[in-house]
């Protein structure tokens, strides 16, 4: 079994360091956020807090790693577009 300073999770970490430096964990910590939002495991609301960022931060990080900061549904689309043509119909 690896010593706990040759887990994975450290080797990665190492690796990180030698490009990053000091800012190894923070790089990591956005990636690793990110995913969970991805995933829909947190919001972006909680993402945003586990960074130490305001949501309008956060959505630019989460451009970064091409994560929505938004989820739409195709049914919310065509009920705001429904919307839209009846404003229109009636200005």
Not at 11 to 22: A, N
Not at 28 to 40: D, I, K, M, P, S
Not at 67 to 76: A, N, Q, R, W
């Amino acid at each position: 079994m690896a010593t706990p300073s040759e887990s994975p999770l450290n080797k990665v970490i190492d690796l990180y360091r030698s490009k990053w430096h000091e800012k190894a964990e923070e790089v990591l910590a956005e990636v690793a956020v990110t995913e969970l939002v991805r995933q829909g495991i947190i919001s972006s609301g909680i993402g945003a807090k586990l960074l130490s960022m305001d949501r309008w931060q956060f959505t630019d990080v989460l451009a970064k790693y091409n994560v929505p900061s938004i989820e739409v549904t195709l049914e919310e689309v065509k009920e705001e577009a429904e919307r839209l043509r009846m404003l229109r119909s009636h200005a």
